[in-house]
């Protein structure tokens, strides 16, 4: 059992890049989400998208987009990366809104 | 809420006694708890859940307890073992399960 997946690891962008974050689920969850976590921050939410053909803004959208591109993926993308965005990103998924969510294993990303 | 400082609080606990982890949360109309394990590099891992309409639950070595009256969430793990050294944090959800709400976390480390 696969779970949640997320590409890349980690990576490196230098500040005015752009990079896509990749999450795919086979669980057949219908919601998924993209949090970002932070030292001494609990994990905040960038965006979700409750449902297929749905997205959401979170906590903190800005700089981001995403596309729920079927039930299975849900991506995100920094279209020009800043020092700011340098975090730990979770993609997760539930079977329902806000329920007990299963996470990826994390894009560690820093932005120089 | 938690505290927000830089550094995790940390609880150092001998291998074998019960560990007792605290959660102040902030929204007396939430629905619903999440206990969450995150194990350095992975992602969360669910734990264990209650409701609102709740204020104890039991699973395998695990309990969580909730105080309504004081806004305040445990989770007690019992005869901790090495393999319970991680972070765990709590999450509130609200708004009819439309919020969710994490806390920074607690970093747990068990003394052989």
């Known amino acids: 059992n696969a779970g949640v997946t997320q590409t890349p690891k980690f990576q490196v962008l230098k500040t005015g890049q752009s990079m896509t974050l990749q999450c795919a689920q086979d669980?057949?969850?219908?919601?998924m989400y993209w949090y970002r976590q932070d030292p001494g921050m609990g994990l905040r939410l960038i965006y979700y998208s409750a449902s297929e053909g749905t997205t959401d803004k979170g906590e903190v959208p800005n700089g981001y987009n995403v596309s729920r591109l079927n039930k299975r993926e849900f991506s995100l993308r920094l279209e020009s990366a800043a020092p700011s965005q340098t975090s730990v990103y979770f993609c997760?998924?539930?079977?329902?809104?806000?329920?007990?969510?299963?996470f990826g294993s994390g894009t560690r990303l820093t932005v120089v | 809420g938690e505290n927000v400082g830089l550094h995790l609080p940390t609880l150092s606990v001998q291998e074998g006694d019960n560990s007792i982890i605290n959660c102040a949360y902030s929204n007396s109309a939430s629905d619903y708890f999440i206990w969450y394990k995150q194990e350095s590099g992975k992602g969360p891992q669910f734990i264990i859940d209650i409701r609102s309409n709740m204020d104890k639950r039991q699973g395998q070595r695990v309990t969580v307890l909730l105080n309504k009256t004081v806004k305040h969430l445990s989770l007690q793990i019992a005869a901790t073992q090495p393999g319970d050294s991680a972070v765990y944090f709590c999450a509130e959800i609200s708004g009819g399960y439309q919020k969710v709400t994490f806390g920074i976390g607690t970093k747990l480390q068990v003394i052989p």
């Open positions: 669980m057949n969850h219908n919601s």
């Open positions: 997760a998924s539930s079977e329902a809104a806000v329920r007990a969510h299963t």
